[in-house]
């Protein structure tokens, strides 16, 4: 890639020197994965910076959700996005379950509170937020929802570390929740990612599941997976959470600067910060109304692309058009209007903690007019 192209993000990385140190540990005590020392520190420090009760690590975002479904015992239908990434999805299909798209509402591109319990149905156990772009979604309307249907709630907070309510963990939003540390994300650990639970009962159950169902030596509790994280992986994340507090906040200035140049241009619609919220900044997605702008939505990514700038269009297109989804009845675009036009709107401009003012200066330079 030619140096000057500008990136959608680019992955925070740990102190090296301060990486090997831990790395030569390793190495002497040849203990490498398979709950190690890392590994249980990693979870204690996560538990801690993320302010949960119980965190279980994970190779990456998307064994948490299959898994969590699995711990669930989530059958039938589950209530879900078309607006998210497609593991999403995925994880309710590689469960046996039937995903049933509802629309979402465009203040925070979550799912639409009001248009849920049209979709329930006597086979629906649950339902699956994303908190997109880490904006957190409508979960008070959402859990009483749950509460009144008797329904699960698995939240996808793949893109919410860090993100707090009121002083609250929203990482600790639903019967469990999922964390995503792919090298895209805030926080990263190469790839990776957890599930937060509420109990210490609940955690050993998926500590179990991630181990094959293993519950000691030679007893299977439950049909698992293998999908613990290693120890170089939990040393690099224990290195790299002491600096993510400054990369959030790299983020927050860039955040602020894109407000400022974008907020008079007729025909982008963008974010602002929500009361009471602290956010991470994981994204900056602009929304484009071409008949304002002048401009379609492609022209513009496409304009940016040539320019060497490569935002990306996260969501589009929607997961409830994909040819393995677009059968289920719930996946017409005229079920899912807002979902179907914000995907039409979306470009997720650049946006991590290395961006420099001659960065902004010239991603900015092609979007003004
Ligand atoms: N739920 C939600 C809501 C999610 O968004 C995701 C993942 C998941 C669940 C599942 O979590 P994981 O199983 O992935 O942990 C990316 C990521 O692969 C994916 O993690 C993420 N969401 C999704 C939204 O985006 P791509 O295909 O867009 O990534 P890629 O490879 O095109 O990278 C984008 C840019 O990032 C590159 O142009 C440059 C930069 N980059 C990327 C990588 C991988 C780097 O600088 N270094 C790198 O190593 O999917």
């Known amino acids: 890639m030619d140096k000057n192209t500008i990136t959608v993000t680019s992955p925070l990385l740990p102190d090296r020197a301060e990486f090997e140190l831990l790395l030569k540990e390793i190495w002497n005590s040849k203990w490498i994965t398979n709950n190690g020392s890392f590994h249980q520190k990693l979870e204690k420090a996560l538990a801690e910076y993320l302010k949960v009760p119980f965190i279980s ?24 996005t078309p607006y998210s990434f497609v593991a999403t999805t995925h994880s309710i299909w590689w469960n046996g379950c039937r995903p049933v798209f509802v629309d979402i509402e465009g203040e925070t591109c979550g799912i639409d509170p009001d248009k849920i319990e049209a979709a329930i149905t006597p086979k629906t156990t649950a339902i699956m937020p994303v908190s997109c772009y880490g904006k957190p979604c409508k979960m008070d309307e959402i859990q009483a929802i749950a509460d009144k249907y008797g329904l699960k709630v698995i939240h996808d907070a793949a893109h919410a570390f860090g ?5 609250e963990s929203w990482a600790g939003k639903g019967d469990m929740a999922s964390l995503s540390f792919h090298a895209t994300k805030v926080y990263n650990t190469l790839e990776g990612g957890a599930l937060v639970v509420k109990d210490e009962a609940t955690k050993k159950r998926i500590d179990f599941l991630k181990n094959f169902g293993f519950a000691g030596e030679t007893e299977v509790v439950a049909p698992g997976i293998n999908s613990k994280m290693d120890e170089v992986r939990a040393a690099y994340g224990l290195v790299n959470l002491k600096h993510v507090d400054e990369a959030i906040e790299k983020r927050h200035q860039v955040a602020v600067k894109y407000r400022e140049a974008l907020r008079p241009v007729p025909g982008i619609r963008f974010f602002d910060d929500m009361p009471g919220v ?14 304002e702008y002048g401009m379609t939505r492609d022209e513009l990514y496409f304009k940016l692309r040539e320019h060497g700038v490569l935002g990306r269009r996260y969501f589009y297109p929607l997961i409830s058009t994909f040819s393995t989804y677009r059968s289920l009845p719930s996946a017409g675009a005229e079920n899912l209007p807002v979902a179907t036009r914000v995907a039409n709107e979306v470009i997720c401009l650049p946006m991590h903690h290395e961006l420099s003012e001659a960065d902004l200066t010239r991603i900015l330079e092609l979007i003004v007019r």
């Open 57 to 80: 690590l994970f190779t990456n975002g998307t064994l948490p959700l299959l898994t969590a479904l699995q711990a669930l015992r989530i059958t039938g239908e589950v209530i879900t």
């Open 278 to 291: 602290r956010h991470n900044y994981s994204y900056f997605p602009i929304f484009i109304n071409a008949e």
């Open 163 to 167: 993100v707090e309510v009121n002083g």
